[in-house]
């Protein structure tokens, strides 16, 4: 075995498109073997399992809807059961949303929680079941939670949330030498991203989101999902190894 996560058993939840998808590849790159966990793309992670298998490392796609904590559970056993352990839990599942407030329903404030949020605690909390000393794990937020978007404070608070939970985590956690991080990604080049955008764009502008994207964003592009992956390989790799409890703004300088 060759690459930094050489070794590393790495359950990667949301993993069957876009920034998860991207980051089991990268992270079977750089050597560790990879479950993906998925919701409802079943035959694209089952083709990224095969690809990644192709490589040489041991790979396998679980179906489980992260938003009932019994299947969270039992996803991360299948996928301790399946790489002969765990050592690295990527939390990346989550779901959009716009509403405005007065139209907000209490499903859909449950819902969002439940998948963006609640979802990515009990990930840790069964994670860590089978992690020895020197586990890794990274929680998913969102540059939403960092700027005001229109009609936006449902999703921003729910992800805003996950960034409290690996501050909080960080000290609990520490002593058994497990890093607990969050990624905020800004806008990136996604499945999500191709529908959500033009929401992002206040209706009073007079401008489309390609245009909002230019005008708000230091380098003035998108992220690619391979770039939001190789942050995700520094924070569960070696060099990331003094850091923890901290959330990483990977977007672009969005101002």
Do not use: C
Request: aromatic share 6%; hydrophobic share 45%.
């Amino acid at each position: 075995m060759s690459g930094r996560l050489a070794g590393r058993k790495a359950l990667v939840t949301g993993g069957s498109r876009g920034i998860g998808a991207a980051t089991a590849r990268r992270l079977a790159a750089d050597g560790a073997d990879v479950v993906i966990g998925f919701r409802s793309s079943g035959d694209a992670a089952e083709a990224l399992a095969a690809e990644i298998s192709a490589t040489g490392r041991r790979a396998a796609a679980i179906k489980a809807d992260v938003g009932d904590p019994v299947q969270i559970r039992r996803m991360t056993d299948r996928a301790a059961d399946a790489l002969g352990g765990l050592d690295t839990l990527v939390s990346n599942a989550g779901i959009e949303h716009f509403g405005s407030l007065d139209a907000v329903t209490p499903d859909e404030f449950d819902e969002v929680f439940a998948v963006n949020t609640r979802a990515q605690f009990f990930a840790v909390q069964n994670a860590v079941r089978h992690m020895d000393d020197g586990g890794r794990i990274v929680l998913t937020s969102s540059g939403s939670a960092h700027k005001a978007v229109f009609h936006h404070a449902l999703y921003a608070s729910s992800k805003a949330a996950v960034e409290s939970i690996a501050l909080n985590l960080g000290p609990e956690l520490g002593s058994r030498g497990i890093t607990v991080n969050a990624v905020a990604p800004g806008g990136t080049v996604t499945d999500m991203s191709a529908h959500a955008g033009a929401h992002y764009v206040h209706p009073d502008l007079d401008a489309d989101f390609n245009t909002l994207i230019r005008t708000t964003s230091s380098l003035g592009r998108m992220a690619q999902p391979e770039e939001i992956a190789a942050v995700v390989a520094f924070l569960v790799s070696d060099d990331a190894s003094f850091i923890t409890g901290r959330t990483i703004q990977a977007d672009g300088g969005w101002f």
